[in-house]
């Protein structure tokens, strides 16, 4: 049958350094958007940001610095990027209109990316533990979704990032891209109705 005939979905699941990253500086920092999305675990964390135009600028540039590591392809710069100096190669950012973060940014490079290198390697020791299970757990809430409205699922695309975050839970942090605390991935009996609102969404 051909690609055409029957549609596919295609699910990656990753704990990106890149993304890691700017939760770190996020929480560092103490910038508070998107208000809804939890702390990590383990990282430190600035008590709020005022509400001055200066902590407002930074929220600003770090929203759109979120909006590229979440999710490159869909927000372009307009400008070249640049790597941040110390991260390697785990941030960027484009060279003009991030001065403010950029600076800011630079004493939490080493911390960081030591942050971020030990949650991606943890995710990957345990995704690697239950390779099976990744497939078999979208596999079986779309099966679900298709006997619930009695036709196959759409085609669609979703990026799962896989976070060591302070709450359980699912939140969308771009158009294709959603956030699971790894505790919850982990849970076969609460990920399934955990997923299920996610793929009825989508297929």
Do not use: C, K
């Not at 407002?56 to 640049?82: F, K």
């Amino acid at each position: 049958m051909s690609g055409a005939e029957r549609p596919e979905w295609v699910v990656r699941e990753d704990a990106s350094t890149t993304v890691l990253v700017a939760l770190f500086v996020r929480q560092a920092l103490g910038i508070r958007a998107p208000e809804e999305l939890p702390h990590l675990r383990g990282a430190p964390a600035a008590p709020p940001a005022g509400d001055d135009d200066d902590a407002r600028l930074l929220q600003r540039q770090w929203l759109a610095y979120w909006a590229m590591a979440v999710e490159p392809q869909a927000h372009p710069s307009p400008v070249p990027l640049d790597l941040v100096g110390g991260y390697e190669t785990l941030a960027v950012l484009p060279v003009d209109g991030f001065d403010e973060l950029r600076a800011a940014m630079a004493p939490l490079a080493a911390d960081a990316v030591a942050f971020a290198r030990w949650a991606s390697d943890r995710y990957t020791m345990q995704a690697r533990a239950g390779s099976a299970s990744s497939y078999r757990a979208y596999a079986s809430a779309i099966a679900e979704h298709e006997r619930r409205v009695g036709r196959r699922a759409h085609s669609f695309e979703l990026n799962v990032q896989v976070l060591p975050l302070t709450q359980r839970g699912v939140w969308w942090i771009g158009s294709l891209t959603i956030a699971v605390t790894d505790g919850l991935r982990g849970d076969v009996a609460a990920f399934d109705p955990a997923i299920q609102p996610i793929i009825a969404e989508l297929a």
